[in-house]
């Protein structure tokens, strides 16, 4: 379990570190998921079982990410009943936004599969 936490904290520092060297718009640890997909890739075989086990227990347990952002929306709630029209507009327009992508993701790929 050590050796996989290291995998993968070792690709979220990897991610950090380029985001910060090149300036990219992207948060490290998205970036890092990424170098971890494309090594996974490159390996060419199925994920490692510790790797894997690893990943479900962080999973499991990713409830528990949410405190500190229910603790966040507690923290600022005067200032979220003072604007909220357009944090109210935001939400909206990202998850329909969001949504409308998705499905234009899923036909395109479908079609390439079709």
């Not at 300036?23 to 490692?48: D, E, I, K, N, S």
């Amino acid at each position: 379990m050590i050796a996989a936490l290291t995998a993968l904290l070792t690709c979220q520092l990897l991610g950090e570190v380029l985001v910060r060297a090149l300036h990219l718009p992207v948060p490290g640890p998205v970036l890092g998921m990424v170098l971890l997909f494309a090594a996974l890739l490159a390996r060419g075989r199925a994920v490692p079982g510790e790797l894997g086990a690893t990943a479900d227990a962080l999973l499991g347990n990713l409830g528990l990410l949410f405190v500190p952002a229910g603790v966040g929306v507690v923290l600022y709630l005067p200032l979220l009943a003072r604007d909220w029209a357009p944090v109210s507009l935001a939400v909206l327009a990202g998850t329909l936004l969001a949504i409308a992508a998705t499905g234009r993701l899923a036909q395109a790929l479908l079609r390439r599969l079709g």
